[in-house]
């Protein structure tokens, strides 16, 4: 799939040289060539137009390096883009010139969102991503925000799920998976023809990229409507130790009215007064 450089560059500098064409032939045969990995149309169509934007901000002669990659994310920064954005824009870019062979074009300064505001996603939105996924027929997008919205679990650890891990029901980082979960991830496995091994798999049967899992669930969050940057594995993962702390929260207050019940109880029996 690599192309010499020279195929698309003679006649301009030696730095365009060194770069990779980003025209609209070139965008096209890079989505059709990532469409076999069974992403969602959703999915494809950001992809599409976040290099059509990252084009944009190119311009002629449409070349891209690893310089005009790092000058767009500066651009979007200067704009006003959030970080995920902005990363998101390095993700797509780096598949892109990745996918023609030129991983050496690669910007990899990504954007630091751990001490950013993290948007809240409530349990109804969480729902309505379900039932959306449910509706398309989505049933990877349906167990990958549900696997981590129930169990909490790292992309690190989503990307390296196995079936034999789902049938002894533990996540691979120890967490206990619901059992209304682990029916479906075995079901799943099982209609995909996914004997043993990493579940959540590209068409080619490699491990799904914590990048593609990301992009994938963001572009449900269009049909669900509900806001692309509520729709990460992060906010999933929020959603799940909020969850886990209302209940600890409500078990404790559980406990404290049983034992003050039991006090007056007590106090009505042997009280002084």
Same mark, same amino acid.
């Given at each position: 799939?690599?192309?010499?450089?020279?195929?698309?560059?003679?006649?301009?500098?030696?730095?365009?040289?060194?770069?990779?064409?980003?025209?609209?032939?070139?965008?096209?045969?890079?989505?059709?060539?990532?469409?076999?990995?069974?992403?969602?149309?959703?999915?494809?169509?950001?992809?599409?137009?976040?290099?059509?934007?990252?084009?944009?901000?190119?311009?002629?002669?449409?070349?891209?390096?690893?310089?005009?990659?790092?000058?767009?994310?500066?651009?979007?920064?200067?704009?006003?883009?959030?970080?995920?954005?902005?990363?998101?824009?390095?993700?797509?870019?780096?598949?892109?010139?990745?996918?023609?062979?030129?991983?050496?074009?690669? !910007?990899?300064?990504?954007? #630091?969102?751990?001490?950013?505001?993290?948007?809240? +996603?409530?349990?109804?939105?969480?729902? %309505? *991503? @379900?039932?959306?996924?449910?509706?398309?027929?989505?049933?990877?997008?349906?167990?990958?925000?549900?696997?981590?919205?129930?169990?909490?679990?790292?992309?690190?650890?989503?990307?390296?799920?196995?079936?034999?891990?789902?049938?002894?029901?533990?996540?691979?980082?120890?967490?206990?998976?619901?059992?209304?979960?682990?029916?479906?991830?075995?079901?799943?496995?099982?209609?995909?023809?996914?004997?043993?091994?990493?579940?959540?798999?590209?068409?080619?049967?490699?491990?799904?990229?914590?990048?593609?899992?990301?992009?994938?669930?963001?572009?449900?969050?269009?049909?669900?409507?509900?806001?692309?940057?509520?729709?990460?594995?992060?906010?999933?993962?929020?959603? !799940?130790?909020?969850?886990? #702390?209302?209940?600890?929260?409500?078990?404790?207050? +559980?406990?404290?009215?049983?034992?003050? %019940? *039991? @006090?007056?109880?007590?106090?009505?029996?042997?009280?002084?007064?």
């Amino acid at each position: 799939m690599y192309i010499r450089d020279e195929t698309f560059y003679d006649g301009y500098s030696q730095n365009y040289r060194r770069g990779l064409k980003l025209d609209d032939e070139h965008i096209e045969r890079f989505i059709k060539g990532i469409s076999d990995k069974k992403l969602a149309n959703g999915t494809l169509e950001i992809y599409r137009k976040t290099l059509v934007l990252l084009k944009e901000h190119i311009r002629e002669p449409y070349v891209i390096t690893r310089e005009t990659i790092k000058k767009a994310a500066e651009v979007q920064k200067s704009a006003g883009y959030g970080g995920q954005s902005i990363n998101r824009l390095l993700t797509v870019a780096n598949s892109y010139v990745s996918f023609f062979g030129r991983a050496d074009l690669q !910007y990899r300064e990504y954007e #630091d969102v751990s001490g950013a505001i993290q948007p809240e +996603l409530t349990r109804n939105e969480y729902l %309505r *991503l @379900l039932s959306t996924a449910k509706i398309m027929g989505q049933e990877r997008q349906y167990l990958l925000i549900k696997t981590v919205a129930l169990t909490g679990v790292s992309l690190k650890d989503l990307t390296v799920l196995t079936v034999e891990k789902a049938a002894s029901g533990i996540m691979p980082d120890g967490t206990r998976i619901p059992e209304c979960l682990n029916r479906e991830l075995i079901t799943y496995a099982d209609q995909q023809g996914i004997k043993t091994g990493i579940i959540f798999r590209t068409g080619k049967g490699q491990p799904l990229s914590r990048s593609a899992i990301t992009v994938s669930i963001q572009a449900l969050g269009k049909y669900a409507k509900v806001d692309e940057e509520k729709c990460s594995p992060r906010c999933l993962r929020k959603l !799940y130790l909020d969850t886990q #702390d209302s209940i600890r929260s409500n078990f404790e207050l +559980l406990v404290e009215q049983a034992h003050e %019940r *039991l @006090l007056e109880k007590e106090q009505s029996l042997v009280g002084w007064g």
